[in-house]
């Protein structure tokens, strides 16, 4: 469905036009920025930010890097909502990808809006001949048509849809108005010959191919496909003219991979392996990664007994053909064959190996490779061939059409596409700079994620992007790029510390007082370090390092209410709660708004079952620090524990919302859903914290209770025996 008319320098116009527009949107957006009217300088880099994300995705497609061309049109249409050009590209990008509905959908919004657009209905019109929509592709055709009368693309397109709908004689005025318009031409007929030929009209495609070469005996591909649509038409009773149709090709264009792999074909056919060897390879260096040459080479090799070659052919067959998808004959076949050239060298235990894969893939392999070729020669119908054997066609019905760019065009590809990659990575960053000023640090982590994901190399923007999420208190999602960070400047210390505090924010002491002993270092002088240190070197139970630290802190600051909290901590974990008690209420003596004094007070308290004395004190943390996630944690757990449940729900449902990976909340609000007979609720949050955390027996124990009431059984005694199996395993390490 690939154009023959549009070139590819049509695509890369925009690397051809002035970057004016780019460099005048960023001079008035710093003017902006200058003046401090920091929405004007951001609506600038926006513009920016629309444009190049739309020339960046026109470079990918001439590319026919549709995966990177759509995101980078995904992102061009939010920006420029209004903009049809750029769904018209989207949509092209999609059909690329054979995602034929989205193209749809990016095409619809584009007519809705201009019903005179001429490349909607084109695209339109392919989508719907692709997903088999014959009618409504016509009908979009004929209106592209209409608005476009010269449109010979359109017209082609047009006329292939006629053919497939089994309509001979509108196609044919269609291609002779073309001819009228455009003259005889060889590449005329051949396009027109190919479309006959794809559609089973096979003995009009042998006319067109033969009018081409009548014409220009050296045009390239003509004898190619003349001897091909012999095969298909009459089988091996045309194997005789195929074969110099091959030659012929070959004599003038000696590289050509299909003349090269067909004509090859043949002789393998014909068990000549001697001539046919050299033309499969030639065809193997031609296209390197395609697993067709590999395979016939195989077999030739080891028709002529020459295994170990046999198996080296055969192993790239493989490689290149990983899954079914491409031939599922020729990848069971393939193991097979390569597993008898194994057995022959004496390599009996990987022949046997490849001999277990090829009878998983249930095939039968020499007889099924005679069925084939017997199949390939014989079938008067292409569509009956195509549905027997795709993958004999699928390679070329590809590869014909991808001419590849010359090394100049490829070049000017890739300079335009690290170009605007870093114009939109630059836009991003501005942007997140701008909404850092404004203290909307998430906004801005955001912006920053999309620079680094565009230019990873651009100067500060991992520190930036991690910066960011420690401000919008996302300290698991700033833990990778302060480490991206850290790794390119390892003195940065900066950077070290916000690491060293995501760490100790997401429970990962051990790396937290790494990162944070090599900041003291550094920073002597900063008491909230050594709080951070100490908790950390506690929790890891490391009691002596710890005591080391406090010191350091009572030597430089003297008492504090810090200093009583972090002494009530260790008193904590060491199990001395009445010195924790001490101590806490000497740093709130100091402080009443000292911040942890009444949540630590609260897990004293907790851990001695006073369940009243301990929700009084996270209330109270609550009060002093309203987005402390523990303390409305540990809350709530009091309340459920209490039967203060509405409330102890309502809290718990706060929590996961903020806080989606917190496993124990969702753990603790299945629990109590489950007991308030809310069994779809309860499973909900019972599934995802057994997700979180999949070892731990109690929520499986918990999740099975909740799929038997709900009349799961199944599942319900699947996940009482997954908790029974992990309760045995703990007990088992326990007692080693």
Known sequence: MSSSFVGLLLLILPLQSPRDTIRQHYETAEAQRRAGNPAAAEIEYTAIL????????????????????????????????????ILVDLAIAYFNSEQFDKALVALTKALARNPQNTGAHHMAGKSYFMLGELRKSAEELQAALKLTPNDYDVSYTLGLVYLKQRQFDPAKRVYDRMLAKLGDRPELRVLFGRAYRETGFLAEAIEEFKRAAAIDGHFPR???????????????????????????????????????YYLGIIYAIQRKWEPAIPLLEKASQSQPKNPDPYFYLGEGYQALGKHEKAIEVLRKAILFNPSLDHNEYQVSSAHYRLAQSLLRTGQTE????????????????????????TTFLNSANLHEQNGKFPEILSVEGTVAESNPVDDKTAIDLKNGAAYYAKVVASAHNNVGLLRAERQDFRAAAEQFAQAAGWDPQLPDISFNWGLACYKAELYKQAIPPLESELKANPNNVSAKQLLGMSYFMTDGFSRASELLSEVISVKPNDATLYYTL?????????????NRVIQQMVAMSGSSPQLHILLGQAYYEQG????SLEELAAALALDARTRLAHYYTGLVYLKAGKFESAGQEFESELTINPSDIQAKYHLAFVLLASQKTERGIKLMREIVQLKPDYAEAHYELGKALLQQGDVKGAIQSLEVAAKLKPGESYVHYQLGRAYLQAGRKAEGESHIEISKQLKDKARGQTSQ
Not at 226 to 252: C, N, P, R
Not at 350 to 365: R, S, W, Y
Not at 534 to 546: G, M, P, Q, W
Not at 576 to 579: G, N, V
């Open 350 to 373: 990987e022949g046997q190996k490849e001999l277990q894969v090829a009878l998983d893939l249930k095939m039968q392999g020499h007889k099924r490779d005679e069925e084939k070729t």
């Open 534 to 546: 100490a908790v950390s070197l506690i929790k890891e139970a490391r009691h002596d390092a710890a």
């Open 50 to 85: 629309a444009e190049a994300y739309g020339k960046l995705g026109r470079v990918y497609s001439a590319q026919k890097d549709f995966k990177n061309a759509i995101t980078a049109l995904e992102a061009a249409a939010a920006y420029s909502p209004d903009d049809d050009g």
């Open 222 to 260: 003509v004898h190619y496909y003349l001897g091909l649509t012999f095969l298909l038409k009459d089988g091996v009773s045309k194997l005789d003219d195929a074969e110099q149709e091959f030659k012929v090709e070959l004599a003038s264009h000696p590289d050509e991979f299909f003349a090269n």
């Open 576 to 579: 001395d709660t009445t010195k």
